[in-house]
């Protein structure tokens, strides 16, 4: 990607589905990533970092599909300097309409020490050779140098010059750790600027991590001292305390443009959903005080009643909620709403589904639509994520049946049908309803699962809102999650469980074929 | 309060309990709030901004009871600049070993034309009188220039000068809307710096919102420019986005303390407990990938195996979770425990419990101990918060009986107990078995109650961990939240929404009480 001709213009090169994919419990199938890719292309970032391809086939086909199916963006695939790496990730990304092929190495002395176990001189070599290889596979290349902030000025500047000396036509500055200061990041980058003269030719870009809470500002700082590219993510989410929440820093531009003077691409009003979504997929709360995107974010939003009306919107509010999209509540269906009627809300909201798909929403719309009054537009959005899971679980829980009271043991029976196409049934007692379900799974399937996370939220308001729950749980080592939709949360945490049960399997069945591999693969990344 | 003699010691001022508890949906009771505040104390807070006493008897009664029983930090009360509000503050704090009055008026044009709809001269007018009033009462007067940042900052000097003259011995800069960045915000205190000479002599503090996501780089700026108080809150939560998060901010300076060089008073250790007895008490939850106190936060935490131990730790953490209270997790008792075995382990986590209180406490704990193989002090915390809450609960759920399966729509039957000690029952069905017994429970009681949200999360990993349910619910236009612990979650609901019942009752009366008053009581603050 070359340099955009406006100065001003601000690229957002999104990592939900790489970084923030790593976060411990989040376990998203193709279907999933790819339902996400589509809806940053609407959001309209820059590039979307599919994914790291060498990790596992699973991340290779993620990171192929989003590749092949999604227009727009630059689809970037992240390899370390290994030769294999760099032709995993073109392997993955080449099919895109543009392709980026993202290579990184330490240059701070204590991940070259403890980490790479190599010197100075190895650095810079690998560096070269890996940029020079991805650059003679594709036009775009972007190389950090991961840990920067840590790492000699000098020493960076010089790994820096050698990969724009090689054809890298993006240099991403990361603070790995979370560790700059908003202040010292500037002076970081502008030393960087006197010391590697080929900075001012590529897009610099910055990488920032939020361990001290500073990863939006740290970012803004980057943009002040030059850069033009923000490595983000939906929410936030990302390694530890993850990375620059997208909509924070695209936001802050958007309200203090007239004093910054910076653009994004961005379609604000996408952001709400965008939100929403990766939070329901990942099982990643957003919590209320969450900027931008938290329930509580903006004050007229809250539903608390409010001691007469504003005498002036401006007098408390900076940005107004329909800006990020908050007003798309407003489909609403019923009970009476026919094929059509659903077929063409899904549409408003994204979504092309016809034939069987068309028949099987329409199915679990009618039998919400008969238990909630109106099915809102945020309703539907679940309903058709919570169908993208199901074409790929491979338990599925066909029935149940719960005793629960305050005077004895709850007492569930359920019948769960296997990947296989067997139906089983166990029965088991627990500490509650829910836990008695789940020990009922594992009575049925025989599997030695233990549960980690359960958690349960509403959709919408209300006393008939639909309850959303997401359940972590590990089976043989492996962590996977799984969520589950429905005004009964028993049910909904059964259809959580067995899906969870479903990852689990899933993603130990790719482990052990990574075990096979001459090289573990380890995940440290920028 | 004088300003320190060490020029580096930075004062951490909480607002936890008065912004914080602004937000919506949060309603503590005058247990919870002195027990947070007995937290805070613990936690090495300089002040406690415990509420903003004009507001509500109750709010009055909370920051009296604040005042009277916590010792060390200093105690504040919040009031506009009139006479009646800067009494009701005195009277609230004036039993405190330190008290102090926290006086507002806005200084931007915005906030002058359209909310308090007078002029300039009356502004400072109001600043000088309130001052001088407050400075008649204590020795401890903050003043805040509310919308500081949106406002002209030569008028703003001038009415901070006008403060300062009067005896103030704190000025705190509000970004009331979080509208600044931190290169601006620095700018705009070197200015007031400049314009107000008498700023030198007195505490300059700083109170940032994260509206646009930079509350603790702001609040950062502000320390780099010279403020040494910083208002913060716990979870960073406060109107909308919230205020800077007390543990973000204090953990900054204690990572980059040698290259900073500023001290806080906090013992560190206990910010885990701190931010987990606020999550609990509000329920406002905690995102996974928030950073210092997230679940995620600390990679080490995050449960998941890792491939190898790390060669070094630092090559991938700034920050030892032990630093911050996270291996906390270690008394662990079982069903033999006894009594005084409790009574120890409660002491050991800052709860004094002897007598009826006692016996009530081992009650609920040896029933939790025949369920649950091992109850850590996590466990311990919720139990004790939830026996807390019950010491105020008016409705009491006394048994409960559910049928639930996919098969027939599940049906509940319930006893509760009324405040004026009567018995009913109520049998219902619903959409699902705790919605059911939510129905059965305003069948039993005839309210009619709306359910707004139900949220549930566990209190520790596990298949046996507690589980935690958040319910808010409206009553009368009256929003009020309830929370309930459980291992069994339709118990928990059920625990949950007779408590936010209770409280929603509680607060109607409140208000209609509220409604008597001359004025009605506006509740915009800094």
Redesign the interface.
């Known amino acids: 990607m070359t340099k955009p001709d406006d100065p001003n213009r601000v690229l957002i090169f999104d990592t939900t589905l790489r970084d923030g994919e790593q976060?411990?419990?989040i376990s998203l199938n193709t279907a999933e990533k790819l339902e996400i890719a589509h809806q940053l292309a609407r959001l309209g970032v820059d590039v979307i970092e599919a994914g790291f391809p060498i990790t596992s086939p699973g991340d290779f086909e993620a990171v192929q599909t989003i590749a092949r199916e999604v227009e727009g963006p630059v689809i970037a695939g992240l390899a370390r300097t290994h030769t294999a790496d760099i032709e995993a990730a073109h392997g993955a990304v080449k099919d895109a309409g543009r392709p980026r092929i993202h290579t990184f190495i330490s240059t701070s002395d204590?991940?070259i020490?403890?980490?790479l176990?190599t010197t100075r001189e190895d650095v810079k070599g690998q560096a070269r050779a890996a940029v020079a290889h991805a650059r003679s596979l594709v036009e775009d290349v972007e190389f950090s140098p991961m840990d920067a902030t840590r790492a000699d000025v000098e020493f960076t500047a010089e790994v820096c010059q050698i990969a724009i000396d090689e054809g890298a036509t993006t240099i991403n500055i990361p603070d790995?750790?979370?560790?700059t200061?908003?202040?010292?990041f500037t002076a970081y980058l502008e030393r960087l600027y006197a010391l590697a003269p080929g900075l001012k030719d590529v897009v610099l870009s910055v990488h920032c991590h939020?361990?001290?809470?500073?990863a939006?500002?740290?970012s803004?700082?980057g943009l002040?001292a030059g850069a033009r590219q923000v490595e983000c993510a939906i929410?936030?989410?990302?390694?530890?305390?993850?990375n620059a929440?997208l909509e924070?820093?695209v936001?802050?531009l958007h309200?203090?443009r007239p004093?910054?003077g910076l653009t994004t691409g961005i379609v604000t009003t996408e952001i709400a959903r965008t939100s929403r979504m990766v939070s329901r997929l990942t099982g990643?709360?957003?919590?209320?005080?969450?900027?931008?995107v938290?329930r509580?974010?903006?004050?007229h939003e809250?539903?608390?009643?409010q001691?007469g009306v504003l005498?002036?919107r401006?007098?408390?509010?900076?940005?107004d909620a329909t800006t990020v999209g908050l007003d798309a509540n407003s489909i609403v269906l019923g009970k009476h709403s026919g094929r059509h009627a659903l077929q063409q809300a899904l549409e408003e909201l994204g979504f092309q589904v016809s034939g069987q798909a068309l028949n099987q929403a329409f199915k679990r719309f009618k039998e919400i639509a008969d238990?909630?009054k109106q099915v809102t537009a945020m309703d539907l959005e679940a309903l058709v994520t919570d169908e993208l899971r199901d074409e790929i679980a491979t338990y599925t829980l066909?029935?149940?049946?719960?005793?629960?009271?305050?005077?004895r043991p709850?007492h569930a029976t359920v019948g769960v049908r296997t990947p296989e196409g067997e139906d089983v049934t166990g029965s088991f007692t627990g500490?509650?309803?829910?836990?008695a379900v789940?020990?009922a799974i594992n009575a049925a399937t025989g599997l030695d699962v233990?549960?980690?996370?359960?958690?349960?939220?509403?959709v919408t308001?209300?006393?008939?809102?639909l309850?959303e729950v997401s359940v972590v749980l590990e089976l043989g080592?492996v962590?996977a999650a799984g969520q589950g939709v429905?005004?009964?949360?028993?049910?909904?945490s059964g259809r959580a469980y067995v899906r969870a049960l479903s990852n689990a399997q899933r993603r130990a069945a790719a482990a052990d074929e990574d075990a096979d591999l001459a090289e573990?693969?380890?995940?440290?990344t920028p």
């Not at 790995?176 to 560790?179: A, D, E, I, L």
């Not at 066909?398 to 005077?407: G, H, I, L």
């Not at 308001?461 to 809102?465: E, K, L, S, T």
């Open positions: 976060s411990p419990g204590i991940h020490t403890h980490q176990q790995t750790v979370g560790y200061m908003p202040h010292e939020d361990d001290l809470g500073l939006v500002a740290n803004f700082a002040l929410n936030g989410i990302g390694e530890r305390a993850g929440s924070e820093i936001m802050l309200t203090r004093d910054v990643y709360v957003v919590q209320p005080n969450k900027a931008i938290g509580n974010a903006f004050a809250s539903g608390i009643h001691d005498k002036e401006t007098t408390y509010e900076i940005m238990k909630k066909e029935w149940f049946e719960v005793e629960a009271s305050s005077r709850p500490d509650g309803p829910v836990d789940f020990h233990k549960l980690r996370e359960f958690r349960v939220g509403a308001a209300g006393q008939d809102a309850g080592g962590a429905s005004t009964d949360i028993i049910e909904a573990p693969v380890a995940l440290r």
